[in-house]
């Protein structure tokens, strides 16, 4: 695999796990419109569910471009 291959494969999944982790946190309504109204736990829990989803997606396209 190529590095440009790789780098498209990081960038698409972290896109995809962003965009997955924070409609998450807002449909639990963990989210709030400004940033610094949001409780510790709310802000962690929303920087894990991004993290998360993240890894997962960069996980599952690495697989799929690997087979």
Do not use: C, E
């Amino acid at each position: 695999m190529d590095t440009f291959a790789l780098l498209n494969i990081i960038a698409l999944g972290a896109l995809a796990g962003t965009i997955t982790g924070l409609t998450i946190g807002y449909a639990a309504k963990r989210q709030k419109p400004v940033w610094s109204s949001m409780t510790d736990r709310d802000k962690w829990l929303n920087i894990a569910l991004v993290l998360f989803f993240s890894a997962v997606f960069i996980g599952s396209l690495l697989w799929y471009a690997m087979a």
